[in-house]
């Protein structure tokens, strides 16, 4: 390959392609995050319940941002949205009450290397509940999300090229365990014992 490359002329070409301007993730606790018991019928849970808690969705979108300073950051505010359910179960584990369609949202202030025609793109890439507590008629639940955050634009860029791409030849299906005729009938023969 390398003498392929050596025979070819290097030539420096010009292409539309991504740029990341700034990548950076941040670890995000909400704690105390509270669901009345007694919506939407009054409704007192036993001493022995817990509660369990799935995350249905969870997304975030850029609402504002600052003037870039002279270097090109930004303060970038993102609102988040977090989409979930809970169930209290009994001691035996049987649910006894369900809360279906429960969000709550919280804006994020970063700061990022993002001068003026970039985007950005912010997605949770992890979450997690609990745990949750039944305390007094509400439940309280612990939030983690870990965020990853990038600003990006559209650039034309020169770049060496020693030419287009070209496909390899693609690998063969592995093949299966030869068949063999026969097949050893016997327990192999034990060597001849050699006497010094």
């Known amino acids: ?13 010009c292409i539309e392609v991504p ?7 941040q670890a995000e606790r909400r704690e105390n995050i509270c669901t009345p018991l007694n919506v939407p019928h009054e409704f007192e849970a036993p001493p022995e319940a817990t509660v369990r808690c799935r995350i249905k969705n969870a997304c975030c979108n850029e609402v504002s941002r600052s003037k870039p300073d002279a270097s090109g950051r930004s303060n970038v505010t993102f609102a988040i949205v977090v989409d979930y359910m809970l169930k209290v179960v009994d001691g035996e584990g049987h649910v ?3 809360f279906n369609d429960l969000a709550f949202s919280f804006t994020k202030t970063v700061l990022l290397c993002a001068p003026e025609g970039t ?18 008629n509400l439940i309280s639940c612990t939030f983690d999300l870990c965020i990853v955050i990038q600003s990006v634009a559209i650039v034309k860029i020169l770049v060496p090229s020693y030419g287009f791409c070209t496909p390899a030849l693609c690998e063969q ?13 016997f327990p192999p023969q034990c060597p001849p014992v050699t006497k010094d």
């Open 96 to 98: 006894i009450k369900r």
């Open 173 to 185: 299906v592995s093949p299966e365990i030869p068949f063999v005729c026969p097949p050893a009938l």
């Open 119 to 136: 985007m950005t793109n912010c997605e949770i890439v992890n979450a997690t509940c609990g745990p949750c507590l039944i305390l007094c």
């Open 1 to 13: 390959m390398e003498a392929e490359r050596s025979k070819q002329q290097l030539q420096t070409i």
């Open 19 to 25: 740029k990341v301007y700034d990548f950076c993730f």
